[in-house]
Structures are given as structure tokens and as C-alpha cells.
Nanobody
């Protein structure tokens, strides 16, 4: 049974940094694509970044490109989201997700992903 557990959220001032972690367990993730999404109150869940577990290829939304970096640690089955130059509009619950078929081009859609974590709150104060 696949489990995804996020951690690392918190309160930070604008311009600051945070690193989110997603501990993945339950099977080998070779061939998977791992994604980060976020959801602010009253808004739809939004794609942030994704990474192919096997190849390391990365994908970013325009709103975070150049500020956020997604990476993975194969040995520890963990995916990270390093967030820098944070803005108040980055405030949201951040979710880790796993797509069993990592070749799909629809990596920006929540419906593409098969497994989800419980989320971690990130709050950026101005």
C-alpha cells in the first residue's frame, strides 16, 4: 500500500525559504512521476512541480519556476520541494502525489495522480 507523508511546512516571512519533504513507502517508485500540488482556501488544487523518479526530469509551473526546486533521494524514497523567495501568494496546503504511469503528459492535472499525501500547511506572511 502506497503511503505519502509530507512534512516541513510552517510559517515563514516573505522572501524566506522552506523545504518540504515527502516520504514515500509501500513499493518501488521506479517509473513513477512524483508531484507537488497546492491548494489555497477557496481555490482549486494547483500544480507546482513534478519529477520523474527514474530519470530525474523535472517540471514546474510558471508561478514557481526559478524559485522552487524539486528533487528526489532514491535511497531514502523521499521527494523534496525547496522553496525560496517565498511570497504571500504561495500560502496554501501543499500536497505530495504519485503517478504510477510516469510517462503521461498530463502531469499538471490532479486527476493524473493515483496517490496523495495528507498535506502540509505553508503560510507566508508579508
Amino acid at each position: 500500500q502506497v503511503q505519502l507523508v509530507e512534512s516541513g511546512g510552517g510559517l515563514v516571512q516573505a522572501g524566506g525559504s522552506l523545504r518540504l519533504s515527502c516520504a514515500a513507502s509501500g513499493r518501488s517508485f521506479t517509473g513513477y512521476r512524483m508531484g507537488w500540488f497546492r491548494q489555497a482556501p477557496g481555490k482549486e488544487r494547483e500544480f507546482v512541480a513534478a519529477i520523474n523518479w527514474s530519470t530525474g526530469s523535472t517540471y514546474y509551473s510558471d508561478s514557481v519556476k526559478g524559485r522552487f526546486t524539486i528533487s528526489r533521494d532514491n535511497a531514502n524514497n523521499t521527494v523534496y520541494l525547496q522553496m525560496s523567495s517565498l511570497k504571500p501568494e504561495d500560502t496554501a496546503i501543499y500536497y505530495c502525489a504519485a503517478d504510477r504511469e510516469g510517462y503521461r503528459t498530463t502531469y499538471g492535472l490532479p486527476t493524473t495522480y493515483d496517490y496523495w499525501g495528507q498535506g502540509t500547511q505553508v503560510t507566508v506572511s508579508s
